[in-house]
């Protein structure tokens, strides 16, 4: 696994950022933020499969439909710009068209990204305003701030870099991503920018959408998905090197890399999901494809019953197979086997004899853990990653818009 690093998204060569307070958030924290390449970048996006989809998703799959190089993005938090019909969609236009002027881009240079409260509108007054100030701070030194800017109910930013040397020199990946609440991708209010000086070719889209589906597709908080899941790399190509003239190996070892930090901030919405106090791996093993076993998996994970076994510390094994029953892939009880970490709970779909209680209770006590299900059936496995369901992800969310 690739060491991975504090960097964000300048991390990598030719990118800066910026963050403002525009006023958008009533807390008055930041809430304008601004992901800028001033060569242009390949663009390489994954959006969410929710029906009912957000301004800004819908802007940005158009422009995509025609091209695929893009200068930057502008996000704003506080606002999901979801369900606001045709007014939000030019809105969601003309907050990419100001920031086109202000950087001095053509039309359709840049994207948009909204996450915060759905059904109002953009206050657009206020976005105008704020574009100069926001292209004005660019710089390669605002990471951090640009993390703090996307930001909505999460209690810490998501960070993340790492380089690695080839035979041709080094490359940077840098990232960040926000989400802690309304989070089942299938791509969570889950916005995640990633940002690379390897110059990337147009066709990676398929091994990119492979990498989302095992790393921000593969975690869950509370099973709802967002109208506005995004997730999008950006290779602006600055450090000379293109993928394609690495030798094999060295273009398994970029791969992996990438695949590791986006992993990495996958795995940070977790451990922030709105009162989380556990984060368990829920491994499910044995199956006839890596789509059932997923399907298998999500279906524990997102379990209400099972979550709040978690939470209570509680190794309620029965809970998980039931999930998994009910999950619709079609298996035999009686091959199930279920670990929780190292020890045996379920053999042949029974009890493994008298539970041994004590080491149970220290591993559900424990903030990570994993739980493996082995279904008997093949040799396809994944992994999903959830947290708990806490008396704080109620209050939370029961208090979200007042």
């Known amino acids: 696994m690739a060491q991975i690093e504090n960097g964000g998204v300048c991390?990598?060569?030719?990118?800066?950022?910026?963050?403002?307070?525009?006023?958008?958030?009533?807390?008055?924290?930041?809430?304008?933020?601004?992901l800028y390449s001033k060569e242009p970048a390949r663009c390489f996006a994954v959006f969410t499969?929710?029906?009912?989809?957000?301004?800004?998703?819908?802007?940005?799959?158009?422009?995509?439909?025609?091209?695929?190089?893009?200068?930057a993005i502008v996000i704003n938090s506080g606002n999901a710009n979801a369900c606001t019909g045709d007014q939000g969609y030019a809105d969601?236009?003309?907050?990419?068209?100001?920031?086109?002027?202000?950087?001095?881009?053509?039309?359709?240079?840049?994207?948009?990204?909204?996450?915060?409260?759905?059904?109002?509108?953009?206050?657009?007054?206020?976005?105008?305003?704020?574009?100069?100030?926001?292209?004005?701070?660019?710089?390669?030194?605002?990471?951090?701030?640009?993390?703090?800017?996307?930001?909505?109910?999460?209690?810490?930013?998501?960070?993340?870099?790492?380089?690695?040397?080839?035979?041709?020199?080094?490359v940077r990946f840098?990232?960040?991503?926000?989400?802690?609440?309304?989070?089942?991708?299938?791509?969570?209010?889950?916005?995640?920018?990633?940002?690379?000086?390897?110059?990337?070719?147009?066709d990676f889209l398929t091994e990119f959408k492979s990498l989302v589906n095992e790393s921000f597709n593969a975690i869950t908080v509370d099973g709802d998905m967002s109208t506005n899941d995004t997730c999008i790399l950006l290779a602006n190509g600055q450090s000379g090197i293109?993928?394609?003239?690495?030798?094999?190996?060295?273009?398994?070892?970029?791969?992996?890399?990438?695949?590791?930090?986006?992993?990495?901030?996958?795995?940070?919405?977790?451990?922030?999901?709105?009162?989380?106090?556990?984060?368990?791996e829920i491994e499910v093993c044995g199956a006839r494809s890596k789509a059932e076993a997923m399907q298998v998996a999500k279906s524990i994970a997102t379990s209400n019953l099972v979550k709040c076994a978690f939470f209570g510390e509680d190794p309620n094994w029965g809970r998980i197979v039931s999930s998994a029953g009910a999950s619709g892939v079609v298996f035999h009880a009686n091959k199930l086997s279920l670990h929780f970490e190292d020890v045996p709970v379920?053999?042949?779909?029974?009890?493994?004899?008298?539970?041994?209680?004590?080491?149970?209770?220290?591993?559900?006590?424990?903030k990570e853990y994993k739980i493996s299900l082995d279904l008997g059936l093949g040799h396809s496995k994944v992994s999903v990653f959830t947290s708990d369901l806490s008396y704080d992800y109620v209050k939370i969310n029961a208090e979200y818009t007042t």
């Open 11 to 34: 991390f990598p060569k030719g990118f800066t950022a910026a963050g403002v307070k525009a006023g958008i958030k009533a807390s008055g924290n930041l809430d304008l933020a601004l």
């Open 49 to 71: 499969k929710n029906q009912v989809q957000a301004a800004p998703v819908l802007y940005d799959k158009e422009v995509l439909s025609g091209k695929n190089i893009i200068n």
């Open 92 to 170: 969601a236009a003309n907050m990419a068209e100001l920031a086109e002027k202000e950087l001095g881009l053509g039309k359709c240079s840049v994207l948009v990204g909204s996450t915060g409260v759905i059904g109002h509108l953009l206050p657009m007054e206020k976005i105008r305003a704020a574009i100069p100030g926001l292209v004005k701070n660019l710089s390669a030194e605002n990471s951090e701030l640009f993390a703090k800017s996307i930001c909505t109910t999460d209690t810490t930013i998501k960070t993340g870099s790492v380089s690695l040397q080839t035979s041709m020199g080094e």
């Open 174 to 202: 840098g990232g960040s991503c926000k989400g802690s609440g309304m989070i089942h991708p299938d791509m969570a209010t889950m916005l995640a920018y990633i940002t690379t000086d390897l110059r990337l070719p147009e």
């Open 242 to 280: 293109f993928l394609n003239d690495l030798g094999l190996s060295e273009q398994a070892d970029v791969r992996s890399a990438l695949f590791d930090l986006m992993k990495h901030l996958a795995l940070q919405i977790v451990l922030d999901g709105e009162g989380a106090t556990k984060k368990v």
């Open 346 to 366: 379920v053999k042949g779909g029974v009890p493994v004899g008298a539970l041994p209680a004590t080491p149970l209770a220290e591993i559900v006590k424990k």
